[in-house]
């Protein structure tokens, strides 16, 4: 009977050691602060790829499941002829793949979508208006919403940080805005802002790569 309360005693306590130690490696609370490049190839305006800037914040709401929240400001080179200038804000929702936690020196592939608000500018260089006979520009600009949806992982460097890469299809709904690059009677290629009304779907894909760190932990472990 003392053999056997042995044995209980220490089975209890190797499976109390094990409850601890996965409480202990959980990230569930974490709040980590991010600083992104981004990329994204823009259909309506000849598939010139634009590079940008932001930052992020997530909320870890389990090891299986956490949330994103960004801001992107993207400029487009529009073959010389002209700029496309992209503001994102908006939130992810992000799946783990995996059912463990991030752990020093391993991959978290992840799923992510959600949705954003969106800015969004076109503008010519300078060109010569024969009409009023002087150099100008024409921008045109909208507000629209958009819905993004893809993969990406996370590399741990540590417990506390990470690199992330990812890519997304990106579809936005507003006003209608594109641009052309024309070339006129002598020879010079120009950018053409059409006039357009009523809305449509725009899609481009995004890609993003990020350097996050935990700045905080409000779980209670």
């Known amino acids: 009977m003392k053999y056997l309360l042995i044995l209980f005693l220490m089975g209890a306590t190797a499976m109390y050691a094990q409850q601890t130690a996965e409480t202990a490696n959980t990230h569930q609370g974490e709040i980590s602060f991010g600083v992104r490049t981004t990329g ?12 940008g800037a ?13 949330t994103e929240w960004f801001a992107d400001w993207i400029t487009t080179d529009i073959g010389g002829v002209g700029y496309r200038y992209d503001a994102h804000i908006g ?19 992840y799923f992510l979508g959600g949705f954003c608000g969106d800015y969004t500018k076109i503008q010519t260089n300078l060109y ?12 045109k600009d909208r507000w629209s919403f958009a ?11 540590s417990e506390r940080l990470d690199l992330s890469l990812s890519g997304q299809y990106v579809l936005h709904f507003g006003r209608d805005i594109d641009a052309t690059i024309e070339t006129n009677s002598i020879g010079q290629k ?5 006039e357009k009304k009523g809305n449509a779907l725009e899609g481009h894909f995004f890609f993003t790569l990020s350097a996050n ?9």
């Open 40 to 51: 994204s190839l823009f259909s309506s305006t000849g598939n010139y790829f634009g590079v």
């Open 54 to 66: 932001g930052w992020q914040v997530r909320y870890r709401l389990s090891d299986r499941s956490g």
């Open 91 to 109: 939130e992810s929702m992000i799946i783990y793949l995996v059912n463990k936690p991030s752990r020093k020196n391993h991959l978290s592939p």
């Open 128 to 139: 010569f208006d024969d009409e009023q006979q002087a150099y100008g520009k024409i921008s």
């Open 147 to 157: 819905t993004q949806l893809g993969l990406g992982t996370h590399y741990n460097l």
């Open 190 to 194: 120009y950018l053409l802002i059409p």
């Open 213 to 221: 760190y935990v700045i905080a932990d409000l779980s209670k472990k």
